[in-house]
């Protein structure tokens, strides 16, 4: 069994930072990659960021592009977005997520992760 473990969202006023954790644990799995989504109230999950394991490939949203940087150890399957000059409408429930081997990963696309934390809120006031 795999289990992503999410940490680090909170309340925050407009122009602040916050950074996420996930990381992955339980049995030893193959993992192409790590990536974050999120899901604002009657909206669907969306992706945001993400990064392969191989290349060190980053890949990002665009309305989020310059101001959250997504990074990551692989040896120990943890994943990080650190999330600058943050705006109410980045207000959502962040999820981690994380691919299980399956082939043709492709980071923007949420049926490459075959593993899913439990969401952590993000709330940005204005």
């Given at each position: ?28 799995f193959?993992n ?15 992706f ?7 290349s060190?490939?980053t ?7 310059g ?11 943890t ?47 204005s």
């Open positions: 069994q795999v289990q992503l473990v999410e940490s680090g969202g909170g309340l925050v006023q407009a122009g602040s930072s916050l950074r996420l954790s996930c990381r992955a644990s339980g049995r030893t193959r192409y990659g790590m990536g974050w989504f999120r899901q604002a109230p009657g909206k669907e999950r969306e945001v960021a993400a990064l392969t394991w191989s060190g490939n890949y990002y949203r665009d309305s989020v592009k101001r959250f940087t997504i990074s990551g150890d692989s040896a120990k399957n994943v990080y977005l650190q999330m600058n000059s943050l705006k109410p409408e980045d207000t959502a429930v962040y999820y981690c997520a994380a691919n299980d081997g399956r082939p043709y990963f492709s980071a923007r696309s949420s049926s490459s992760y075959g593993y899913w934390g439990q969401g952590t809120q993000v709330t940005v006031s």
